[in-house]
């Protein structure tokens, strides 16, 4: 009997034995396969990364051969440069003999149209001559939008009741106030001019301090008014000089001892007589 009894147990004991070994198997089987696929996953991942970068790559490669900015090597071959031969064409605005105000200098006539080469471009071009300045300049027919046709009779009147008017000085640094000086100037519009000659301007006033700098400023923007104040009037350059100054109250002791120095003759006479 007791054999028996001992057999039954060992057999009971092989049976858990083996149910923990098959449990415990089930389990060693589920994570590998667990761990197995997560691994495939990795090495797909990887393998689309590897792919998108040479596809990348790739392209990186296509983009530097299209490239004309970058510099081609011996083996590669030269993109073709289209070169543009001639300028758009514009309708001309001004005629040849017409004097035209440049704004950065002044009043100048176009003596020719001409067409020079700049850079393998045929440009046309309007050659200005500036007496002033004993110079000649070159403006290309496509920017004759920067140039400006001489100021009209009624221009010229509604300078002169500028000129006549009270200055406006603001009371800012000289430095800001120069550069807004400098501005009006280099724009070219003839009421600016007037402006800044009215605004500069001492007159007879000889106790007044004036900078180099201020003198400097009157004297260019004086000078620009006066040569358009002399072509527009069609008068010599003394007779366009003394309606500036009447405007501007200057120099008007010389203007007198010049009447009084003038010899009175029978026509001076007569025509005071018919007054």
């Not at 106790?207 to 010599?236: C, H, P, W």
Request: aromatic fraction near 4%; glycine fraction near 2%.
């Amino acid at each position: 009997m007791k054999n028996i009894l001992k057999k039954i147990l060992n057999k009971e004991k092989n049976k858990k034995v083996i149910k923990k070994k098959t449990r415990t198997s089930k389990k060693l089987i589920k994570t590998k396969k667990k761990t197995k696929i997560k691994k495939v996953k990795k090495i797909a991942k990887n393998l689309k990364k590897k792919n998108a970068l040479r596809e990348t790559k790739k392209k990186d490669k296509v983009e530097v051969k299209t490239d004309p900015l970058r510099i081609p090597k011996n083996n590669e071959q030269k993109p073709e440069i289209k070169k543009v031969k001639k300028q758009d064409t514009e309708k001309r605005l001004f005629k040849v003999k017409d004097y035209v105000v440049y704004p950065k200098h002044g009043v100048g006539q176009i003596t020719e149209t001409k067409k020079i080469n700049i850079g393998g471009i045929d440009v046309e071009t309007y050659i200005m001559k500036f007496e002033k300045d004993k110079a000649n300049g070159m403006v290309p027919i496509n920017k004759q939008s920067h140039l400006r046709p001489l100021a009209t009779i009624n221009q010229i009147n509604k300078c002169v009741s500028i000129l006549k008017s009270k200055p406006k000085i603001k009371r800012s640094m000289w430095s800001r106030r120069a550069q807004e000086y400098e501005a009006k100037i280099s724009s070219g519009k003839i009421y600016d001019l007037a402006e800044v000659v009215r605004d500069l301007n001492k007159g007879d006033d000889i106790m007044i301090d004036q900078s180099y700098s201020e003198r400097q400023l009157f004297e260019k923007a004086y000078e620009r008014l006066l040569t358009e104040f002399q072509i527009v009037m069609g008068s010599n350059l003394e007779d366009a000089q003394k309606k500036l100054d009447k405007a501007l109250k200057r120099n008007l002791e010389k203007q007198m001892q010049k009447v009084e120095q003038k010899p009175v003759t029978e026509e001076v006479i007569n025509q005071e007589i018919s007054d």
